[in-house]
């Protein structure tokens, strides 16, 4: 396993306090958190572009509830 050292200055250091207490973890913890968190958001934007894309395209329709019955 890796190690990688990161350095905060005294307002970072003041947000992973409190934010160590929020959730209850370490801060190891949150920073893996937020590196799930900002792939998530990249993965998300992914799939809003490539729907967008196809919607573009005119390939997308929509069904109502109803028909999926």
């Not at 207490?21 to 958001?41: F, G, I, P, R």
């Not at 990249?42 to 967008?52: G, N, Q």
Request: net charge positive; proline share 0%.
């Amino acid at each position: 396993m890796g190690v990688t050292s990161v350095r905060f200055n005294q307002k970072e250091e003041k947000l992973i306090k409190f934010l160590k207490e929020y959730y209850n973890c370490d801060a190891s913890t949150l920073v893996k958190k937020s590196l799930w968190d900002l792939y998530e958001d990249i993965k998300d934007r992914e799939e809003i572009e490539a729907f967008e894309k196809k919607e573009k395209s005119g390939k997308v329709k929509f069904v109502s509830f109803e028909n999926l019955k």
